[in-house]
């Protein structure tokens, strides 16, 4: 099990099976279901995801409450190498800045511990709320990745691939 990492207002931890009944039911969300709509069996994908060997997901705890998770994965490849995220956040506690502060507190270690030198995440195009978010930790639109995921219409809804370089990190 890998350290926690402390941000100024969220704790990142590395998740266990214990959290997969939280992790659920915030993925049932509307709100959070909208932009991660996942199998229809998500308490399956959450344990797959957890057991995952290319990626680690933290538990994101706010107020000693987990309100959400975060995962990184990494390219390996010498000549490509850089880390990607993605998170989710329990919607009843949007818009206090726990997001931007649980994606700069994973985005710094990967940066700073971890020799990361570049770091992407790719919301839905259609997402404000979370490309703000990321622009606030230092995160630049890369481009458009069109028809990019099958929305819960069923229809396909455009990416937008962002990127963060270790001298673009804000502390705030």
Do not use: C
């Amino acid at each position: 099990m890998g350290e926690a990492l402390g941000g100024r207002l969220v704790t990142l931890r590395v998740a266990t099976e214990a959290d997969i009944p939280e992790l659920v039911a915030i993925r049932r969300t509307p709100e959070v279901y909208a932009w991660w709509r996942g199998a229809e069996d998500l308490e399956r994908e959450v344990r797959d995801d957890l057991n995952d060997d290319e990626s680690q997901i933290y538990a994101i705890e706010y107020q000693q409450r987990v309100v959400g998770a975060i995962q990184w994965s990494a390219e390996t490849e010498p000549d490509y190498r850089h880390a990607s995220i993605d998170i989710y956040l329990d919607p009843s506690v949007h818009g206090r800045g726990l997001g931007t502060d649980a994606v700069r507190t994973l985005a710094r270690h990967l940066l700073t511990d971890a020799g990361h030198h570049r770091v992407t995440i790719d919301p839905a195009a259609a997402n404000h709320a979370a490309i703000r978010s990321y622009e606030k930790v230092g995160f630049r639109p890369v481009g458009v990745m069109r028809r990019y995921e099958r929305g819960v219409d069923g229809t396909w809804h455009d990416g937008l691939l962002m990127d963060l370089l270790a001298e673009d990190l804000t502390e705030e």
